[in-house]
């Protein structure tokens, strides 16, 4: 076990001194940048710009109210006006307003699904509709706010996708083919002239065959061989900006796992009447969803009122996060059913968190960033708002944000009572953040200052 140990500060410390050198690789590189080393950043305006990756997202917002189909040339699968015209045919006359963006990543979106942070930070300029994205970097999105039944709109996207591969590769024996020998898919202009369509008809959401054989047969329907994806790669101060980031990142979990490894084995490790005594916390899953579909409820009604602010962003991100976690729990398990039942609760805990984080940030908005972001108690999130900080039982220097009881309960030299999910064996009984999961890893928001991006990326399968 002592050679376990030695093997992960080994480990631990090589990582801290790999981000290092990364971080410094990474400020050479800005050193080298011209557009960096010799200009600070431009002012933010809200003046359009033809090219997205100049952009930021009030311009792109701007450009929108103009004309609300934007399809660049690097995009447009060799016929960006033609793309352009096909589209604006389709939602002109539509009862929602429907917005499309196709061309390169604009400036300032999360790395891990920048097209759901656009259509997010769009709902909050330009209110309610449907938005399409699709950027250089990451998958394509769509997504509703404000109309009928918005999850089966989604739904119907999807279907009619999966519907329309077969039309489109008419030579492919889809129920026999060699999955690595499998045709690449749809162009993004053909994701978005389906997912445009479905739009237009309104609710109950749908298209009609023949509209979709005219897409699927038409010559950019299938995604091109080349794809622009490292466009905005080879911007101005692109390279140094992923590469700080990136090492800042691992320099950072570099250390954390330095303070782990370090930490007191003695200390670390329960004794076997502590761990005898641990007993899963009293949750009723029926309870903690309708807690959390009331409280995202009364986000998004707060939302449509609200102004457009960095603040409002955040709140659309939290209730985007929320609603997707709380559609995986339209049916609830029976906790005979312990794997599943297990899984459910702490996705309602997580909407729950969510909910009340967005209405928190609309609630900055009011007072002007004049309050802290909302950060829930790292031992059990269900406590409500952390406001002191303590060392974390057992992980020498380690500081966690704890509720005003927990940090009484580790002043007088207690260890804090943790959320523990029941488990499906009996010897996995444990504090939920000593767990693997995004909820783990984030505290709950404890840990993470953007809890609804880190929830976004995990469902999409994303490295965060």
């Known amino acids: 076990m002592a050679g376990a140990g030695t093997a992960r500060r080994r480990a631990a410390v090589m990582v801290a001194r790999t981000a290092l050198a990364g971080v410094l690789g990474s400020l050479a590189l800005l050193a080298a940048s011209p557009a960096v080393a010799t200009a600070a950043l431009p002012a933010a305006d809200t003046t359009p710009v033809p090219v997205l990756v100049d952009s930021t997202v009030d311009q792109v917002a701007a450009a929108l109210k103009q004309d609300p189909v934007i399809v660049e040339q690097v995009m447009g699968n060799g016929d960006a006006a033609g793309a352009h015209d096909r589209l604006r045919d389709v939602i002109d006359g539509s009862d929602a307003p429907i917005y ?25 300029r330009l209110g309610a509709g449907i938005f399409i994205i699709a950027l250089t970097h990451g998958p394509p999105r769509h997504a509703a706010w404000g109309v009928p039944e918005a999850t ?15 039309l489109a590769y008419p030579d492919v024996d889809w129920e026999t083919y060699d999955s690595e020998n499998r045709p690449r898919g749809l162009s993004d202009v053909a994701y978005a002239q389906i997912a445009a369509t479905v739009a237009a008809g309104g609710a109950p959401w749908g298209i009609d065959d023949t509209a979709l054989e005219e897409i699927a047969t038409a010559s950019w329907a299938p995604l091109p061989e080349e794809l622009p994806r490292s466009y905005d790669a080879a911007t101005p101060g692109g390279r140094w900006v992923v590469g700080t980031v990136v090492g800042l990142s691992v320099l950072l979990v570099g250390l954390r796992l330095v303070l782990w490894a370090t930490a007191s084995r003695k200390a670390r490790q329960r004794s076997t009447a502590e761990a005898t005594a641990l007993t899963p916390t009293r949750l009723d899953l029926a309870d903690l969803v309708a807690r959390a579909e009331r409280t995202t409820t009364k986000l998004a009604d707060e939302l449509a009122g609200a102004s457009s602010s960095p603040y409002a962003d955040a709140a659309v991100g939290y209730r985007t996060a929320a609603e997707a976690v709380l559609r995986d729990l339209e049916d609830l398990s029976l906790p005979e059913d312990k794997a599943r039942y297990g899984t459910q609760l702490r996705d309602a805990v997580g909407a729950l968190v969510l909910a009340n984080a967005g209405r928190h940030e609309l609630g900055r908005a009011g ?14 999130p269900l406590h409500g708002r952390a406001f002191h900080t303590v060392s974390a039982p057992g992980r020498a220097a380690v500081d966690v944000p704890a509720c005003r ?11 804090p009572r943790a959320l523990i999910f029941p488990p499906v064996r009996r010897r996995q009984l444990r504090p939920y953040y000593e767990e693997s999961t995004v909820w783990a890893r984030t505290g709950y928001g404890a840990l993470d200052d953007e809890l609804w991006r880190a929830v976004v990326a995990d469902r999409a399968g994303v490295d965060r």
């Open 367 to 380: 007072k002007g960033g004049g309050t802290e972001r909302y950060v829930p108690c790292f031992f059990d």
């Open 152 to 166: 089966q709109y989604s739904n119907a996207v999807y279907d009619a996708y999966k519907k329309m591969l077969p």
């Open 405 to 415: 009881r927990c940090s009484e309960t580790v002043s007088s030299g207690g260890t």
């Open 100 to 124: 499309v963006v196709i061309g390169s990543t604009p400036r300032g979106l999360g790395e891990s699904d920048p097209a759901n942070d656009l259509a997010v930070r769009l709902r909050s």
